[in-house]
């Protein structure tokens, strides 16, 4: 999507503020003892509260409202009540809605409680690589030169980027162009962020996995070598200068 005028601001600005407050709040509620179906319970009250519907509901027929992931699960995890959250696990929740026609994304890996497996230093990681990518981007930047940024940042700290999970644009629905927004430099995506554009800049930081591969239940992908991933993503609009973070209130900085 591209914003023409002060309305489309707005109506992104609104589904933006919603999905930020949602994930927010989740991450506030989420306890050990708690199934990852009662926290997926709680933000779909959320989001209900806001008239926005659940985006991979609605996309894609998800079975839940929104995706968490814990510990070996890299993405689109399935809520369920037979998956207990416990002290120190990596969790992972999205959450992408629609309101009035408009879309956006967020996401954020956390841990819960105390650090027992030593897993904030990639949480850090991938936070202060999405901060310094979403810095750099201006209307004109080749997207393979913020991939490029992304995995230059991973390497740096001893960590890998996962190749087949990307970023996107968004606004009008939940994914539009430019279609990937890789983590790493790809040779032959030669577009270039557009001044006005609304997209969703995702970090995939691996421990030792670069592939995400797709489990028995459809939805669920852990890594190809194992280990862990976390991720964070703000849905923002490029601008000449730095960009307008919508998803700045969901508390990942």
């Known amino acids: 999507m591209s914003i023409s005028n002060e309305d489309e601001l707005l109506g992104v600005q609104k589904v933006s503020d919603v999905v930020a407050l949602t994930l927010r709040e989740m991450k506030a509620f989420a306890r050990p003892g708690m199934s990852t179906k009662q926290l997926d319970d709680f933000g779909a009250a959320l989001l ?11 996309t894609y027929d998800f079975p839940g409202c929104t995706c968490i992931s814990v510990n070996s699960e890299f993405c689109h995890g399935i809520p369920s009540i037979h998956r207990i959250l416990q002290e120190g696990d990596l969790i992972n929740i999205d959450v992408s809605a629609e309101l009035d026609g408009y879309w956006s994304d967020n996401g954020a890996s956390f841990v819960l409680g105390d650090d027992f497996h030593g897993h904030q230093q990639l949480v850090d990681a991938s936070k202060e690589i999405l901060q310094r990518a979403i810095n750099s981007i201006r209307g004109g930047l080749k997207i393979a030169d913020l991939g490029h940024l992304i995995e230059t940042e991973a390497k740096k700290r001893g960590y890998k980027v996962i190749r087949n999970l990307t970023g996107h644009g968004i606004g009008r629905s939940l994914h539009e162009s430019p279609a990937e927004i890789a983590n790493f430099r790809d040779k032959y995506n030669h577009n270039r962020f557009k001044k006005n554009a609304v997209v ?45 973070i919508l998803t700045w209130n969901n508390g990942i900085w």
Do not use: C, R, Y
């Open 48 to 58: 209900n509260e806001f008239g926005a519907h659940s985006a991979p509901l609605k």
């Open 200 to 244: 969703a800049i995702e970090t995939f930081i691996s421990t030792h996995s670069d592939i995400a591969v797709t489990l028995k239940d459809g939805w669920t992908m852990v890594g190809n070598k194992g280990g862990f991933m976390a991720q964070h993503e703000h849905t923002i609009v490029v601008t000449d200068v730095e960009p307008i």
